[in-house]
């Protein structure tokens, strides 16, 4: 069964730091792009950053690019998000996704996320 | 590139035929795809290449659309179908609609 989990949530200060992770199981990890997708409350869904397969390429969207940096191990089919100079409009509900096939850019797969609340 | 989908919110019964539409700030050709949210649930690909059904989706479900207009149709509504449809532009730099909820 295709699986992911996330981890890593919780409550941060505003501009603090905070590390997800996403352990995937079921399928090749490593022949695959990964998304990072976050809800905020009560809002749609937002696409935060994907990285390609191997590791390569990375995109983030303008509302977190030189903040969060994304990242994968693929020895130990985990994804990352290293979120840093968090605000309190990062808080949401983030969520991990597989890249679709034949069409890469869709997600197929989803976790069922982690919350993080930036407040003080 | 933005997404408006119309209308916001939608009432509809059981049975119901269901149009939701998309519209691109620019064309983008048909790198459109279609999510279903439930609460509480991860959400479901229905469709992508605008009117491809993903694996495993009920015919009920189409797609149609190139360009900037695009639009997800359920022919003939389902309890299950009670949800939040959410399109989806498909370039390197992908956006969401802001959501449609069928009550």
């Known amino acids: 069964e295709l699986q992911l989990v996330e981890s890593g949530g919780g409550l941060v200060q505003p501009g603090g730091s905070l590390r997800l992770s996403c352990a995937a199981s079921?399928?090749?990890?490593?022949?695959?792009?990964m998304n990072w997708v976050r809800q905020a409350p009560g809002k749609g869904l937002e696409w935060v950053s994907r990285?390609?397969?191997?590791?390569?390429?990375?995109y983030y969207a303008d509302s977190v690019k030189g903040r969060f940096t994304i990242s994968r191990d693929n020895s130990k089919n985990t994804l990352f998000l290293q979120m840093n100079s968090l605000r309190a409009e990062d808080t949401a509900l983030y969520s991990c996704?597989?890249?679709?096939?034949?069409?890469?850019?869709?997600?197929?797969?989803w976790g069922q996320g982690t919350a993080v609340t930036v407040s003080s | 590139i933005q997404l408006t989908q119309s209308p916001s919110s939608l009432s509809a019964s059981v049975g119901d035929r269901v149009i939701i539409s998309c519209r691109a700030s620019q064309g983008i050709n048909n790198h459109l795809a279609w999510y279903q949210l439930k609460p509480g649930k991860v959400p479901t690909l229905l469709i992508y290449g605008a009117s491809t059904l993903q694996s495993g989706v009920p015919s009920r479900f189409s797609g149609s659309g190139s360009g900037t207009d695009f639009t997800l149709t359920i022919s003939s509504l389902q309890p299950e179908d009670f949800a939040t449809y959410y399109c989806q532009q498909l370039n390197n730099y992908p956006s969401f609609g802001q959501g449609t909820k069928l009550e």
């Open positions: 996704a597989k890249a679709g096939y034949p069409w890469e850019l869709t997600m197929d797969v």
């Open positions: 079921g399928f090749t990890f490593n022949t695959y792009a």
């Open positions: 990285i390609s397969g191997n590791g390569g390429k990375t």
